[in-house]
C-alpha cells in the first residue's frame, strides 16, 4: 500500500493515522477503509476542521479522499493532488502513454 497527502503536515500524518487504523480495522480492505475514513473524517467535528487531501493506492485501487466525504477513484492509472498535481498527472500520463 502507498499513500500520501497534500496540505497541512500535521493534518496528514493525523489522516495517516487514522488511515492505518481504518485498514488494520478492515483487515487490509483498501477500499472499505477508504470509505470508512471519508465518513469519520466527514461526521466527526475534530477531523472536520483537517485541511489536507489523502491519497491511498494498492495494486489494485487508487482513491483520493478529501474532507468533504468524498471517495473518488480516478478513471486513468494514475492520480495526483496538491498544488503541483495537475503537473505530476500531466507527466504521468505522458510516461504512461510513451512506455504502453
Known sequence: MLAGFAGSAADGITLF??????????????????????????????????EALLIVADREHTFILSGTGDVIEPDADVAAIGSGGP???AAARALLDATT
Not at 470509505?35 to 483537517?50: C, G, P, S, Y
Request: aromatic share 8%.
Open 17 to 50: 493515522e487514522k488511515f492505518e487504523a481504518k485498514l488494520k480495522e478492515g483487515t487490509g480492505n483498501l477500499m472499505r477503509a477508504a470509505v470508512e475514513l471519508a465518513k469519520d473524517w466527514r461526521t466527526d467535528r475534530a477531523l472536520r476542521r483537517l
Open 87 to 89: 503537473y505530476a498527472l
